[in-house]
């Protein structure tokens, strides 16, 4: 019998949800409803253990290229990797993020979503997402730069 048709799209997200579980939700704190899975164990290690984290993630956005997500929606799906990613690497705190954001569900959802409704299409709160995003990063980046040029403006010196 042929499969119909969606029906192997449909298991590729199942798969995706099954691996996103193990990486994002596989354990829970016995006495609470908090769940955590290999990604924040992998990420306890010093270093390295957030980038190996990171590339677990590459393959459910990769996925996602594969089946023609608007782009919108691949970039939102890699802001939450990225963000997971760096907020990850803090020690303590980066733990404690990964365990509450689960960067990895929150891709699948958006690809089981967009499959599900047989969307091709991205909706008005993937791009608020993303300038959200951008705009954060960019106020992140500057705000380095302004301290430096304040820092140099009281010590005497002018940036410029």
């Not at 990850?88 to 979503?113: Q, S």
């Amino acid at each position: 019998m042929a499969d119909l048709p969606g029906s192997a799209e449909r298991r590729r997200v199942e798969a995706l949800q099954r691996w996103a579980g193990i990486l994002d939700s596989a354990f829970r704190i016995p006495g609470t409803q908090i769940r955590f899975g290999l990604d924040a164990l992998i990420g306890l290690v010093p270093g390295a253990g957030d980038a190996v984290a990171g590339l677990f993630s590459v393959a459910i956005v990769l996925q996602a290229a594969r089946m023609h997500l608007p782009r919108i929606v691949i970039a939102r799906m890699v802001l939450n990797s990225l963000l997971d990613l760096f907020v990850g690497a803090i020690p303590l705190v980066g733990d404690l993020f990964d365990v509450a954001w689960k960067a990895n569900l929150r891709n699948v959802t958006l690809l089981d979503r967009h499959v599900r409704e047989g969307r091709r299409t991205a909706s008005g709160a993937d791009y608020l997402f993303v300038t959200l995003v951008v705009v954060v990063l960019l106020a992140a980046a500057a705000l380095p730069l302004l301290a430096v040029a304040l820092l140099l403006t009281y010590l005497g010196r002018p940036l410029f």
